[in-house]
């Protein structure tokens, strides 16, 4: 059974930092493409980071290139997402995605507010 549970999300002050964890079981993660979703309330749900299967080749959205880095530690099943220069418009819940056979998946969800 596929699961994504994330963590790692918090208050922090803008300019701060954060890492997120998605920490995966049902599946073997270097297979697959993983991705980092945020979403505000009343908008839409925005893709902001991907990492490729096997290569590692990763994509960012504009807002957070050079801010933004995705990784993935095979040996724990686990992809993070290290977010430096946080702005207040980073404010959003992150979601860790995955398109497993037919299927999206997705975690619950970890929430990071950037705020003084």
């Known amino acids: 059974q596929v699961q994504l549970v994330e963590s790692g999300g918090g208050l922090v002050q803008p300019g701060g930092s954060l890492r997120l964890a998605c920490t995966a079981s049902?599946?073997?993660?270097?297979?697959?493409?993983m991705n980092w979703h945020r979403q505000v309330p009343g908008k839409e749900r925005e893709l902001v980071a991907r990492?490729?299967?096997?290569?590692?080749?990763?994509n960012y959205a504009d807002s957070v290139k050079g801010r933004f880095t995705i990784s993935r530690d095979d040996a724990k099943n686990m992809v993070t997402l290290q977010m430096n220069s946080l702005k207040p418009e980073d404010t959003a819940v992150y979601y860790c995605?995955?398109?497993?056979?037919?299927?999206?998946?997705w975690g619950q969800g970890t929430q990071v507010t950037v705020s003084s």
């Open positions: 990492i490729e299967k096997l290569n590692e080749v990763t």
């Open positions: 995605n995955v398109h497993v056979g037919v299927a999206d998946y």
């Open positions: 049902g599946f073997i993660i270097r297979w697959y493409a």
